[in-house]
């Protein structure tokens, strides 16, 4: 099983950068993929961005160009970089890891296998 610990949310100012880390522990896959959701009350789960072993990567058109998803396989961690921040950005991040190579259309619709807790991110205007 695949254990996921997030990192790095807290309260910045719109414009400011954040960096969260997820560290995976567990049963590891090469081909898996992990990626970042997010959301809020009254809105809808969002793919923010997913990244393979393989290193291809997939972002939301409100993220494009702000964000940047990267990994560290030697420490199964997984980051996501976050510039230009709006205050439209806020809500809980989760990160999550799936052990199948399914494309982001799948993972859109039915999140991943596994799942960290959930870091709050905060943008105030």
């Known amino acids: 099983q695949v254990q996921l610990v997030e990192s790095g949310g807290g309260l910045v100012q719109a414009g400011g950068s954040l960096r969260l880390s997820c560290a995976a522990s567990?049963?590891?896959?090469?081909?898996?993929?992990m990626g970042w959701f997010r959301q809020a009350p009254g809105k809808e789960r969002e793919l923010v961005s997913a990244i393979s072993w393989s290193d291809s990567t997939y972002y939301a058109d409100s993220v494009k160009g702000r964000f940047t998803i990267s990994r560290d396989n030697a420490k199964n961690t997984v980051y996501l970089q976050m510039n230009s921040l709006k205050p439209e950005d806020t809500a809980v991040y989760y990160c999550?890891?799936?052990?199948?190579?399914?494309?982001?259309?799948?993972?859109?619709?039915?999140?991943?296998?596994?799942w960290g807790k959930g870091t709050l991110v905060t943008v105030s205007s």
């Open positions: 567990g049963r590891t896959f090469s081909s898996s993929t």
């Open positions: 999550a890891a799936d052990r199948r190579g399914y494309g982001s259309s799948y993972y859109r619709t039915y999140g991943m296998d596994y």
